[in-house]
């Protein structure tokens, strides 16, 4: 007699998977369910990126009751899945309860098939924040968010703390803005509150133009509440009441769910004039910006929103003191805001203990280039750089190369070499390296890359002797 598991196949639905064809195995995951009298109990829920982009389209299987060399794999990771491989795998897994090996993740140069999520190299060595709910939720579904706590900090914040209570915490976490300059939250925040106004703005630069960088997309796509959820904290610690998210256009899955997510915050009264029923009023809109890079900056993209030639402007004072249309901005990134929730649910004291003084808590990377394990890495801020690309990224994937050099800070950053790979990706130890944190674009060249050509790449130069077969030329076509 067939046996079937309670359970949820979570097939990603982030770009990267969606590309690789996710709906049609989503299809025949659906199909064979029907086929086999188990759509009852096995559901297929399309989550957002689960990080590791280069293997998809992938699958985690959660509650799992298979069992695998006796032990339950406690949350089975599938990869690179075909429509093809469907009926075998429901078959394995969702019948007989044992992981379906053929698509269980394997390290390079081994065979033996790793199943549980939690012990396979590129998740096990992570440290969750931002990209705690990644894979675990439907992005589409409010419910899913409420359920991982989501909106607890700001019932919290609204009913039982003070806007400077809230300010002091951020302050005290020791967050720095993930958009590249690593600047104080928390002392942004408090020039915010500072000033009077009667009109002040909390804006998310969205816009993610780095090479090599989809940390902020990621995020947008696969949890965007979080993101909504500190965007209205900051609007209750700065006494601000309109927002605009800034994302670029070539992100259509990050605004459909944005934008998903914003009315159900309004249909649940977590936007609007009244919200949670406590008086406090805010709004937000999604303002898509045209893809052109210098629009992440913020005077630039202020400009933008305003309807002018997205164009810097010299900065004579501060964005929280005169920014969109000359009103108070507080002006954070899409990470920096994401952070918040957690700091304002679990303290401080909790933040400081990831990373390091200087550089407290976690920084999302988008590891890319000569690496086996393409994807995005969450992890605290005193990790070494050799942990991230040989333990997590998996190192060089061609056997004759070695490592060359990892770019990092996209074009204000700079090439690390290999005598700087134990040092952490702090903001101060990057910093003394040459390169910069930057926001997070990471891309891992071996010994074949033309440093001439990666040099013209990342500054904007001609690649007009390009051979076409290094990184830098490969990711620019
Ligand atoms: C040319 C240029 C491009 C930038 N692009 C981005 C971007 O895409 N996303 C971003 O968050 N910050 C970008 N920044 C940094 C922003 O100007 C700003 O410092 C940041 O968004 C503030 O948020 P944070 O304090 O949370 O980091 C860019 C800066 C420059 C000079
Ligand atoms: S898009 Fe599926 S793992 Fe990133």
Redesign the pocket.
Known sequence: METAVRTHAMLCGGTGCMASGTNKVKASLEEEFRKKGIDDEAKVVLSGCNGFCAKGPVMAVYPDETFYQDITPDETFYQDITPEDVPALVEEHFLKGRPYQKLAFKEHDKKIAIPSIHDIPFFKHQVLVVLKNKGLIDPERIEDYITMDGYKALSRALTLMKPEEIVKIVTDSGL????????P?GK?WELGLKIKSDEKYVIC??????PG?FM?RSVMESDPHSVIEGMILCGVATESHKGYIYVRAEYPLAVKRLQIAIDQCYESGLLGSNILGTGFAFDLEIYQGAGA?????????MRSIEGKRGM?RPKLWRSAVKGLWDRPTI???????ANIPQIILNGAGWYRTLGTEESAGTKVFALTGDIHNVGLVEVPMDTSLRKIIFDIGGGIPKKKRKFKAVQLG???GGCIPEEFLDIPVTYEAIRQSGAIVG?GGMVVMDDSTCMVNTAKFFLDFTADESCGKCVPCRIGT
């Open positions: 720095r803005g993930r958009g590249g300059a690593g600047f939250t942004k630069n969205g816009d993610e133009g780095d960088a902020d890079f210098v629009c992440g900056e913020a005077t630039a993209l810097p002006l954070n990134n899409v990470e920096t805001l996209g074009p204000s926001s």
